[in-house]
């Protein structure tokens, strides 16, 4: 969805068209290993089986596309000159991968060895194909590797040392990759879990969206200065929930194996303190937060409240409609600004 947007609004960017050629290649080898299983495992008599197992392998050029969308951005153009070498052989070592995966494929498919695995790849992949053959893979994915963490280096050179408008959209790229990166730690972790911990680790997977999103509100520019906001707000509510999910885990142990409360009771008392204790402790955290990522919004609230002591002392009229000029010009940072003031008759 994002990919079609920045291609629709801005269709001179390349970043746009390899997001929709990303997209698109996960979601045909999703949807290829669904039909794969359903063909070669559970034996229904699907048509064009053979070219749903050639469409699985698309999730490689999908994965090779992504780096280069980042690297790319936020103009859609190489860095420089000498990054022109570094993407041509980047982007040779990763259409030989896929002509490799895409010859064994056929070769798995003329010879009739169709067995998919859980994912509905093709379980040949999964076999030892000789000590040359696994060094060569091995070695292209440690150059595309490479290259993918030298383009994610030379991305933060550059919002070190960009300033305005270009500084608020490396934010937002850093913002996205900073939670797409935790998701998918996450989903990975909880991947082997059981129960509803699996289910979490299922869910969190979702946040690898944020990089794709990140990209394209940073590219249109759509509310560019919320980041410090949203960054704020997002560190906080997450100390919050990690403090009071540590507070509710430490009440039910301390009540049930060491007071030996009855484990409902731990549970509603628990459940009790941490409701209570929300509302102060993320004022508090809100406030510490700000302070460090969010500077104008720490800064405003600190004169709008110095502001409020003044007036309780003030009895000028025109004193007071001075001061809050001062504060609201400082505060908001207007344009223009005037004060109406109603007089009796």
Request: proline share 3%.
């Amino acid at each position: 969805m994002v990919g079609v947007i920045v291609a629709r609004r801005q269709p001179s960017n390349a970043i746009g068209w390899l997001m929709l050629g990303f997209a698109l290649g996960f979601l045909l080898s999703i949807d290829a290993g669904s039909y794969d299983i359903a063909v070669y495992r559970f034996g229904r008599g699907l048509p064009l089986g053979s070219v749903s197992l050639l469409l699985y392998v698309l999730w490689e050029p999908a994965l090779v596309l992504g780096p280069v969308a980042v690297l790319l951005f936020p103009d859609g153009s190489l860095p420089s000159a000498r990054w022109r070498w570094a993407m041509r052989v980047y982007l040779t070592v990763g259409l030989v991968v896929l002509a490799i995966l895409v010859f064994k494929s056929a070769d798995a498919i003329a010879h009739h060895q169709t067995r998919v695995d859980n994912s509905g790849q093709l379980t040949v992949f999964d076999q030892t194909s000789g000590y040359g053959g696994v060094l060569f893979i091995l070695l292209a994915y440690a150059l595309l590797l490479t290259i993918w963490l030298a383009a994610m280096g030379r991305q933060v050179l550059a919002w070190r040392r960009s300033v305005g408008d270009r500084r608020e959209q490396f934010k937002w790229l850093a913002s996205g990759a900073v939670a797409c990166f935790a998701s998918l730690l996450v989903s990975v972790l909880l991947s082997s879990s059981r129960g509803w911990w699996h289910d979490v680790g299922d869910v969190a997977v979702i946040g690898a969206a944020a990089l794709p999103a990140s990209i394209g509100v940073a590219i249109l520019r759509y509310r560019l200065y919320d980041i410090d906001r949203i960054i704020s707000r997002t560190l906080a509510y997450a100390i919050v929930t990690g403090l009071l999910v540590g507070l509710y885990a430490g009440l039910v142990l301390l009540a049930t194996e060491v007071l030996g409360l009855h484990s409902t009771v731990a549970v509603a008392a628990a459940t009790l303190a941490a409701a209570a204790l929300f509302s102060p402790l993320r004022r508090r955290v809100q406030q510490v937060v700000d302070r460090r990522f969010n500077r104008a919004r720490y800064d405003a609230d600190q004169t709008v409240a110095a502001f409020a002591d003044r007036l309780k002392d003030a009895v000028d009229l025109l004193s007071v409609q001075d001061d809050l000029a001062g504060v609201v010009q400082h505060a908001l940072e207007p344009a223009h600004l005037s004060i109406w003031v109603s007089r009796p008759g």
